[in-house]
Nanobody
Framework: QVQLVESGGGLVHTGDSLRLSCAAS????????MGWFRQAPGKEREFVAA????????YYADSVKGRFTISRDNAKNMVFLQMNSLNPEDTAVYYC?????????????????WGQGTQVTVSS
């Protein structure tokens, strides 16, 4: 089991930045690919970013590429999402997730553990 707790969400204005954090506990954090997903009201959960367990590669959704940066600190069992140039379309609940599969995925169904989510609201 892996427990994930997100923090750092809030209400910001267009163009602002936020940094989300995800603290992991339980099994060896470095064994998992880590991802960020988001879900807006009335929409399906969508992929935002992922970081391979080795820390060697990152993946981003086209909608956030160049604005968001995912990072991880295996020594501290933490993963982060730095979000810059936020706009109202980024408004959603953001979830941290852990994937123990061999290959990293961008589909929510492949992720094994999820946090409770943190709300990000961007006003225009």
């Amino acid at each position: 089991q892996v427990q994930l707790v997100e923090s750092g969400g809030g209400l910001v204005h267009t163009g602002d930045s936020l940094r989300l954090s995800c603290a992991a506990s339980g099994r060896t954090f470095s064994n998992y690919h880590m991802g960020w997903f988001r879900q807006a009201p009335g929409k399906e959960r969508e992929f935002v970013a992922a970081f391979t367990r080795s820390g060697g590669r990152t993946y981003y959704a086209d909608s956030v590429k160049g604005r968001f940066t995912i990072s991880r600190d295996n020594a501290k069992n933490m993963v982060f999402l730095q979000m810059n140039s936020l706009n109202p379309e980024d408004t959603a609940v953001y979830y941290c997730a852990a994937d123990q599969a061999t290959l990293v995925h961008t589909t929510p169904n492949f992720y094994d553990y999820w946090g409770q989510g943190t709300q990000v609201t961007v006003s225009s």
